[in-house]
């Protein structure tokens, strides 16, 4: 019987042990839980997208106002905006349609009364899955 105390004496010790580890941990989780990081921006000049309308397959669509003449035509202009999505470049840019619709993953392209039409980079919703989408405006 002598060795069943020695016993409860070791686990008492291992139990004090943690509680006290956890009790440094608890605080020190919850500031770290608080602590925010600033997300990067792209450069300026910049313009962020809201309210995207869902397309075909992983494709959604947006038509920021402020770039619509730089939009891709049949006459070879090609827009030179930028989609990012946080601080990240997406891409390619001037993606046929169906590749932003059918592979997804971050292409795009802005073209003539389309508006911007693009894929996420895991072909998630974007007006869901908490992430930013910016476009780099071309200097004027």
Excluded at 41 to 51: A, K, N, T
Excluded at 96 to 120: A, C, F, N, Q
Aim: aromatic residues 10%; neutral net charge; charged residues 20%.
């Amino acid at each position: 019987m002598n060795w069943l105390k020695g016993r409860d004496s070791i686990t008492r010790n291992v139990l004090g042990i943690a509680a006290f580890i956890y009790a440094l941990y608890i605080p020190l989780a919850l500031s770290v839980a608080h602590f925010h990081v600033p997300r990067p921006m792209p450069p300026e000049p910049r313009l962020q997208l809201f309210r995207f309308e869902q397309g075909e397959g992983a494709a959604f669509r947006n038509r920021p106002g402020p770039v619509i003449r730089f939009e891709d035509d049949q006459a070879a202009q090609r827009s030179p905006v930028i989609l990012y999505e946080d601080d990240k470049p997406l891409g390619p840019a001037h993606s046929p349609h169906d590749e932003v619709e059918y592979i997804g993953r971050g292409h795009y392209s802005h073209w003539k009364d389309v508006g911007i039409l693009m894929s996420t980079s895991d072909n998630t919703d974007p007006n869901r899955n908490g992430r930013l989408y910016w476009i780099g405006l071309p200097s004027q």
